[in-house]
């Protein structure tokens, strides 16, 4: 009676201390899958934090000629040399001018 009584006692310590290794085993179990998600996440982070900084560099300098240009855009006209009364050029119309302007403006 006695040993079966132990052999109980000893089994079920050894069933408590089976499931307490166990519960030991499968909590490392997920703090090592844990600091791995995180590790691989902050080198992720890094990653993306590296390409930004390489796009940035590559795109600043198209962004400072664009900026040019969009300064040279803002004279809507050349600068023209002021020409003399005698130094400027005259156009001459003749009667075909006259009349296709005349018939246009008849039509509309």
């Given at each position: 009676?006695?040993?079966?009584?132990?052999?109980?006692?000893?089994?079920?310590?050894?069933?408590?201390?089976?499931?307490?290794?166990?519960?030991?085993?499968?909590?490392?179990?997920?703090?090592?899958?844990?600091?791995?998600?995180?590790?691989?996440?902050?080198?992720?982070?890094?990653?993306?934090?590296?390409?930004?900084?390489?796009?940035?560099?590559?795109?600043?300098?198209?962004?400072?000629?664009?900026?040019?240009?969009?300064?040279?855009?803002?004279?809507?006209?050349?600068?023209?040399?002021?020409?003399?009364?005698?130094?400027?050029?005259?156009i001459?119309?003749?009667?075909?001018?006259?009349?296709?302007?005349?018939?246009?403006?008849?039509?509309s």
């Amino acid at each position: 009676m006695v040993s079966k009584a132990l052999l109980r006692l000893v089994s079920a310590v050894n069933r408590r201390r089976m499931k307490l290794l166990l519960g030991i085993a499968l909590l490392a179990y997920v703090a090592s899958v844990w600091g791995n998600f995180v590790n691989m996440r902050s080198i992720q982070e890094n990653g993306e934090i590296k390409i930004e900084k390489k796009i940035e560099e590559i795109v600043e300098p198209l962004r400072e000629k664009i900026r040019d240009l969009e300064k040279s855009f803002t004279q809507k006209y050349p600068p023209v040399k002021f020409l003399s009364e005698k130094d400027r050029k005259r156009i001459l119309a003749g009667r075909e001018t006259w009349s296709t302007g005349s018939a246009m403006r008849t039509s509309s």
